[in-house]
């Protein structure tokens, strides 16, 4: 029912097929995000034409709302949203300590225990306790092709003794996560954690590949440290995981950052920079970043890229984007997320045919000096 | 270049073909309004894929943002908004009497004169001049395949001697606009006024109909008068102009007052409902309107109208079209957008094909039935 395999490879670049009961993917793979159930200002039918192969649901979000009882009697969530490719779903632990951190009033301590997460939701408030068995269980609700186990994502910068006792907890709740674990439709994902320290890194990554999992992820990261830290840190773990699994680097990440993490060994990819901002005018291109608002677009005609195969690019320009953008038009989010998103799939596109002719390092090198000289 | 001819008819209501330079429209039309150069939530190729044959677009908001020099440059609307069918834009006259007036500083007033319109945009609050000369060089510029004069619209209710006074000048300002007009591959429609008034409606149809036009629309309707007043005022109006000319009722309006009105000889509509609505959660169906935010539909996984071959009701259930609507998901308003306008456009093929199939008054009665029933 699953499956991966690399069938090549250019250094530790690595070109893969991952089989899941919804599909394959060819990784290196980018995967929208699809919050509550629908990627932001953009229907699933223009992603399936721009050539997406899985979208990401938050957990955290789609507990909240629908809830899983709608999720549920729907059939899951592939059927709930109306999408036939794979699906997968976080453990809802990132949102848990980010959002709920965030209220702000006194009331939102998020209280990690070895039990699992206490907190209160960003909306009403309410309070939730999530463990790593509960976790499991609302996503084999959602019958996610991939799932995730409750993991503490720790902030930066963070201390050693503290990020030693989030990598302990994680462990614990894996293997608490793989006894709760019943859909053998489904495959959980290891999370690897550690913080920003190397000894920490190596411990977590041999710690969780002896509980042999069918992929292994790199959490906890592109929370703020330096670009270095995070390439060194996925660096030192790709080392460790084994050749034939599929790893995932959670989270990440601009178009420099999913080349420089490729060619480290990382095969799966989420962020939600291309459809956030899209939203705010900001639209990759082939030359670098752009932002569509710019005065001196407003007589403009030409595309955003003048080498994109988007919807976008080959019907409107600049100048009507930007006009868009400017009276506020929904259309001008939608656009915008077609050719961003768009941009991303063509990079993941570029990527694994360079790495199937053997030049990645090649693609790596021009794609770096062509973009920075740019943006 | 222009061409409509009357293909057939049933008792008024007639099916016709309405030729301009961007292709043919078959009538009866519905035109969605795309105000800002964009149908508002939805994209061109979402439009064409439901069956738009012509948009709208609104003078005002156009010279406005972007401004007649952005379009000017373009080569005009088509290209500017890369939209290849016809498009119709209105004189302005409406929005600066309802905008304009809407400011509520003290600076809003409106000025009226015979030599044009006096007014302060609802943005930055800066003082315009409209004459019928100048609507129509901006027309001119746009290059829109259907263009309309400066008129007077008047409120609901008004007095006889004012009403009089507007319909008067605006065939002075109809003549004017026909003396102004250059381009030959646009044509001019005359708007036939005279508020609520079967008199005046009569006197201004007869005198606009004199200035022997492409086409005609009627104005100063749907502005809060009793549906009856609209019914029998576009009667009143349709019986006097010329059988082989389009007629298009300006701003309207429900399902339910376009039958009536193709019932009594009209060609065309615009509304800005279907679209409005679909933001505000209401969806048309062919069993009345149904608002999408209803508790009773968390758990309806069928379709919003079975009957409805649009992309959101083959494939999205009322219950997901909820969620989406309860976290303000763009793609709520995208999918509620699609599905309306396909409603209107399936409508408007519904009545084409009765009244082809000469049993238009059998569709309007049961029409009415399955649909009142409901709503």
Redesign the interface.
Known sequence: MFSFRVVKSNGKARLGVLTTPHGAIETPVFMPVGT???V??????DLLDIGTQIILGNTY?LYL??GI??IR??GGLHS???WQKPILTDSGGFQVFSLSKGRGDGRSKVKVKDEGVEFRDHLAGDLHFFTPERVIEIQEVFGSDIIMPLDECVEYPTTHAYAKIALERTIKWLDRSIRAKKREDQVLFGIVQGAFFEDLRIESALKTVERNLFGYAIGGLSVGEPKEVMYTMAEVVCNILPWEKPRYLMGVGMPEDIIEAVARGVDMFDCVAPTRMARTGTLFTSQGKINIRNEKY??D?SPPDPDCDC?TCK???K??L???F??E???A???NTIHNLRFYHKLMENIREAIREDRFEEFRHSWHKVYNLQA
Chains 1, 2 share one sequence.
């Open positions: 509550q159930g629908t932001k200002a953009i229907l699933h039918k979000h709302r629908p009882e709608v009697d729907a709930f949203i109306g407003k007589k005609y919807y019907n409107f320009t100048a009507y930007r006009h868009l400017n009276v038009e929904i259309s989010y939608i656009l």
